[in-house]
């Protein structure tokens, strides 16, 4: 059973665009959502986290918004960059352990 | 500061053959993860350790799978029987604390024939 899910599994936008990918998750002990993203023949690397104690963490361009009642978070970029274009994987964990990823959003920006 | 190292970066095996895979985490992380990234789809967590401890290896496959870090800084994941549907990255990992940042590796990309 697939406890992350993810949607769209490819997302293309202009250059300028905001890009909006999604993620639903089962478990409702889950504390803790990051995402990380992977460049091609990169390994994970640590974007953005939140934790349900707030429903929103901004880092410059990117916004996670959260919805604990309906189980679902999304990722914003806003002002996208061809830079941007990388898989994204949205993961969650209780406390911190076991880290279960979805199967990601393949983005890319277009110039 | 030096990063999450593995080795090898490729293997090609046939089935049946054995390998292992050696990661050394970054100084002073006493987190060290196992994850198995097939094609196109999410690391997929095999094996955690806390220093020399396994705290995790639910998700390991016993029969052909093995992992250990015996010391607490190392650690080397061994495939004893590979399959053709074992061929995928294979990601070490590393965080200070367990909760905290991971830290990923390069990678193992194994082919299966």
């Known amino acids: 059973q697939q406890q992350v899910r993810q949607s769209p599994q490819s997302l293309t936008v202009w250059e300028g665009e905001t890009a909006i990918l999604n993620c639903s998750y089962e478990?409702?002990?889950?504390?803790?959502f990051p995402w990380y993203w992977q460049f091609p023949r990169e390994s994970p690397a640590l974007l953005i986290a939140?934790?349900?104690?707030?429903n929103k963490k901004e880092d410059g361009r990117f916004t996670i918004f959260f919805n604990k009642r309906e189980k679902k978070l999304s990722l914003h970029i806003t002002d996208s960059q061809p830079g941007d274009s990388a898989t994204y994987f949205c993961?969650?964990?209780?406390?911190?352990?076991?880290?279960?990823f979805g199967t990601g959003t393949s983005l890319l920006v277009d110039p | 500061e030096a990063g999450v190292t593995q080795s090898p970066r490729y293997a090609v095996l046939q089935e049946g053959q054995a390998v292992s895979f050696w990661c050394d985490p970054i100084?002073?992380?006493?987190?060290l993860y196992w994850y198995q990234q097939p094609r196109d789809q999410g690391p997929q967590l095999l094996v955690y350790?806390?220093?020399?401890?396994?705290?995790?290896n639910s998700q390991l496959p016993s029969d052909r799978f093995s992992a250990v870090r015996p010391k607490g800084t190392n650690s080397t994941l061994k495939i004893q029987s590979a399959k053709q549907g074992d061929t995928a990255t294979y990601l070490c990992?590393?965080?200070?604390?367990?909760?905290?940042?991971?830290?990923f590796g390069h990678g193992t990309k194994l082919s299966v024939l």
């Open positions: 990992a590393s965080s200070f604390k367990v909760g905290e940042r991971l830290f």
């Open positions: 478990d409702s002990t889950f504390d803790y």
């Open positions: 939140i934790r349900p104690v707030s």
């Open positions: 993961a969650a964990s209780v406390l911190g352990y076991k880290l279960t």
């Open positions: 100084s002073g992380h006493d987190t």
């Open positions: 350790f806390r220093d020399e401890a396994v705290i995790d």
